[in-house]
């Protein structure tokens, strides 16, 4: 089954023409990466796939990108829906000035998920996910900021799974880390392809994969 069918996608930054008439699938259940040096447009191109272009005026896309079958490229997508269902990590850490918990609970509250139980569940689930739960877990009301680079990611990665994503992007996610740290990040994303999930890499690394 394929999760993504990429068909004549085009991508422009204002004038600029940056991806020229792409075409190709990804598949359920796998591990893609995009390998390449830096500025040949793998992150433009990951960041066209869950339409985080639409941040940032004077981007468009045109073509076709069908997620399950549905162009996603619609103006009427709802992009919150979208992005609950691609989870993203990016290049640096990025955790948000709350509490551990908060950072991880973040999308679950969003989408609607208040109830007590449910939400220390989720969030506990999301952090064994990330390889993460043993290290936090009698501190979870800290602040996320006092993680090491790591941890950081590792919190990323709860984050994304804590919607339970039917694909996850990483952009890069360890080229913004000391080299010590980069394998505790390659070690969740190796358990990941393990355990089936569907992975889509932006990477210089070829061990991530």
């Known amino acids: 089954i394929n999760v993504l069918e990429i068909n004549k996608l ?4 204002g004038g600029f023409h940056a991806l020229k008439n792409i075409s190709f699938n990804i598949k359920e259940n796998e591990v ?10 793998k992150s433009t191109l990951l960041r066209t796939l869950n339409r985080m272009y639409d941040l940032y005026p004077g981007q468009k896309a045109t073509g076709e990108i069908n997620f399950y079958g549905n162009n996603i490229l619609n103006p009427k997508e709802d992009l919150n829906i979208l992005r609950s ?3 993203m990590v990016f290049q640096k ?18 989408h ?19 390889a ?8 979870l009301q800290e602040s996320a900021l006092a993680l090491s680079g790591g941890q950081m990611q590792r919190l990323c990665i709860a984050r994304a ?43 210089h690394q070829i061990e991530a994969v």
């Open 10 to 13: 085009n991508f422009y930054y």
């Open 161 to 203: 799974l804590a919607t339970k994503p039917e694909i996850l992007f990483f952009d890069e996610p360890t080229s913004a880390l000391d080299p010590e740290l980069v394998s505790e990040v390659l070690r969740v994303i190796r358990q990941l392809a393990q355990e089936g999930r569907t992975l889509l890499l932006v990477t």
């Open 132 to 139: 993460l739960w043993d290290e936090v877990k009698d501190r």
């Open 112 to 130: 609607g998920l208040n109830n007590r139980i449910q939400l220390a569940e989720q969030v506990e689930q999301a952090l064994r996910g990330a």
């Open 32 to 41: 893609t990466a995009f390998i390449g040096p830096s500025g040949c447009g």
């Open 93 to 110: 850490p990025n955790p948000f000035p709350k509490s551990i918990f908060e950072n991880v609970a973040y999308g679950l509250r969003l």
């Open 85 to 87: 269902r691609i989870g």
